[in-house]
């Protein structure tokens, strides 16, 4: 690869590829939202205990279990714009890897229902009344089924990749794979979705903020703590996962193919330290700093999801389906796509809305 992603790739490729990785860091927003806010919230059960939000003041954990079933669903349904483009972008390699997976790879499905009502379950007055270990072992099964879905993403990401270990796989008739990389990537996941979620419930308690209810004024400071702390990790299991790589796709990364997009991605930490600091001195949340958090973040999403993106292409030859790729570019299913794309952003929006409506209207 000679030339910085996508430009390197003949037209219909390059577009599927950029293509994708735009809608995967939408998902990828929502995922963290939700995986960082789960674990946040297993925590918050044996602190936050009882005490009025009237007394207390608004917490983050307050918001997260308002708002994580509707995360969830974002993290879902924002799954499948980018499971429809890698299934167009790599085909064999990444149906093969679902089918050497199989049932275990099915079960993500039963799993993520029990994990969607064991979340609306931590929003009910039964809950409430139940002791703290109740609660906690309630929260805590969701965390299991998010981090169980994480899991299975990224051992299938694994395997697709690796195509000398299907035979094996095949004929032992397993349902696990395990490779080397497998824990410091799902340690990047995990810890990089920190710096995610601080911001976000920042953004939402802000927004509170501005309508008159008042949040806890350590929580800039709590939360300021929180995503540096997951950016520190997040750097640190970047670097083992640097390690753990071979030089061939060390220099696809740091080349020119990626390099730029992993600066873009380090400068994005230094943006969202900087931000994190101002912030962390405020007693309330402050949209300048948030703004400029919110700027960083993105850029480090776009860029290390780019990264990711190069990884991939290290280890897999797409140059045999670039035909393939033209053929599915003429099938002409873009305006349908960008339609409902847009139909549905604008229902997502509304509903909202309407909700956002009706708890000030109740509220009164
Ligand atoms: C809470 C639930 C979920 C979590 C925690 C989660 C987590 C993840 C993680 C960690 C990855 C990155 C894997 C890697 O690069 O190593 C990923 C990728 C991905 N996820 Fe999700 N995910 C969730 C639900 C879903 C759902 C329901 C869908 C589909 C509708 C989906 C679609 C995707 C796609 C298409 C990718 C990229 C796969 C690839 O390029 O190999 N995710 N997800």
Redesign the pocket.
């Known amino acids: 690869m000679d030339r910085t992603f996508p430009f390197g790739f003949p037209g219909a490729t390059a577009f599927y590829l950029t293509i994708y990785v735009l809608t995967?860091v939408i998902?990828v927003l929502f995922?963290n939202y939700?995986?960082a806010g789960t674990g946040y919230l297993l925590f918050c059960r044996w602190r936050d205990g009882s005490g009025s939000i009237a007394d207390r003041g608004l917490r983050a954990g307050d918001v997260l279990r308002d708002w994580m079933p509707f995360a969830?669903s974002g993290?879902?349904t924002a799954?499948?714009a980018?499971?429809l483009f890698?299934q167009i972008l790599y085909k064999e390699n990444?149906y093969t890897a679902n089918l050497l997976l199989y049932h275990r790879w099915m079960v993500?499905l039963p799993v993520?229902i029990i994990?969607f009502y064991m979340l609306y379950l931590l929003k009910t007055q039964w809950i409430e009344r139940r002791s703290a270990l109740t609660r906690g072992v309630v929260t805590l099964g969701a965390l299991f089924c998010?981090?169980f879905?994480?899991l299975s993403?990224?051992e299938?990401?694994?395997l697709?990749t690796d195509t000398a270990s299907w035979p094996g796989l095949y004929e032992s008739g397993s349902m696990v794979y395990y490779h080397r990389e497998l824990l410091p990537?799902?340690g990047m996941?995990a810890v990089g979705s920190i710096p995610t979620m601080a911001l976000l419930v920042a953004w939402q308690l802000y927004v509170l903020q501005r309508s008159g209810q008042e949040p806890n004024e350590l929580e800039p400071r709590r939360l300021a703590l929180l995503a540096v702390v997951g950016i520190a990790l997040s750097v640190g299991c970047a670097g083992l996962y640097g390690y753990q790589m071979t030089s061939e796709v060390r220099s696809h990364v740091t080349g020119v193919l990626a390099g730029p997009f992993l600066l873009a991605g380090v400068v994005g930490l230094v943006i969202q330290i900087v931000a994190w600091l101002d912030q962390g001195k405020k007693t309330r949340f402050c949209p300048r700093a948030l703004a400029a958090g919110s700027a960083g973040l993105l850029l480090t999403i776009i860029g290390m999801t780019t990264v990711?993106e190069a990884i991939?292409l290290a280890s897999i030859d797409v140059t045999p389906l670039y035909v393939r790729h033209a053929e599915s570019a003429e099938k002409g299913g873009l305006y349908v796509f960008l339609a409902f794309f847009g139909i549905n952003a604008v229902l997502v929006a509304w509903a909202i809305r309407l909700t956002r409506s009706r708890v000030v209207h109740s509220a009164d």
């Open positions: 995967l998902h995922m939700v995986l969830l993290a879902i799954g499948v980018p499971l890698v990444f993500i993520l994990g998010f981090a879905t994480g993403w990224t299938n990401h694994l697709s990537r799902l996941w990711r991939r």
